[in-house]
C-alpha cells in the first residue's frame, strides 16, 4: 500500500469537510498547487472510487465522497 501525497490528502479532507463541493472550489483551495495538478488527482481518485466526480452542466463538476453521490 502506498502512502498518499500530500495533495491527495489535501483533496480528500475537502471533500470530506464540504461533501458535494465544486470542482473550482477545490482547485481555489489548493492554493500552491495549478488547476492542472489538482483535476489530474481528482480524475485518479474517481478512477480508483475514492471520490465522485459528476457534471452538473457543462464545465460545472461536483466532487463528492461515493457514498454522497446519491443524494447529489
Known sequence: MTVPSATTTTILDLIARSPGCNLEDIVFSC???TWNQVFLEVDRLSRTGQVCLTQQRPGYY???PPTARRGL
Open 62 to 64: 461536483i466532487v463528492a
Open 31 to 33: 492554493r500552491g498547487l
